[in-house]
């Protein structure tokens, strides 16, 4: 069965520091890689999407970036954090044959 | 503006009572349609998929699609207070090598014991 991991869990950064968050997904190859971020009482804001290695998509402009340096890994990075930075960052993949997105643990920055 | 709009609630319902929750979306050509749970400070999960006009019964849970009004519900009988959490409404359309899937900003439920 197919399997998402996300890190760390929990995360607090001072504003201007660099951002590293990770996602692999198991037991599936070649799935779409999805980042999104949830603003507190929010709905789930698209940032990257990514349908294979070294191909992103970027649906909202702003001081992140993404990289899929292989299959099943999929990174979110940012040189210098912002305050409005913080938020719920979830990973996901999706079942292309029926279109269903299923989502990691999910990480929560706070950016202080 | 493709969008994806709920109610925001809450909606509270009393244990044992029916919750009907709501969504709307603008796109036509929007293929498949999501019901998913997120508890606070949880991840979301998938509750229902359906992709046909009609009615999709799981459980205590049915999903209605009606393409035409672009109008998708979800229904669930007999409540819970293991219920209470917000109900995310997601679309997905076809792009260039996979779908991509618009949330909406999700209606809160409250299952009163």
Redo the contacts between chains.
Sequence with gaps: SQTIHQWPATLVQPVGSPLSLECTVEGTSNPNLYWYRQAAGRGLQLLFYSVGIGQISSEVPQNLSASRPQDRQFILSSKKLLLSDSGFYLCAWTSLAKNIQYFGAGTRLSVL | QKEVEQNSGPLSVPEGAIASLNCTYSDRVS??F?WYRQYS??????IM?I?SNGDKEDGRFTAQLNKASQYVSLLIRDSQPSDSATY?C?V?EER???????????TRLFVKA
């Design positions: 293929q498949s999501f400070g949880k991840s979301p999960e998938l998929s992709y995310l997601a997905a260039t090598g996979g779908f991509k899937t618009i949330f909406g900003a999700g």
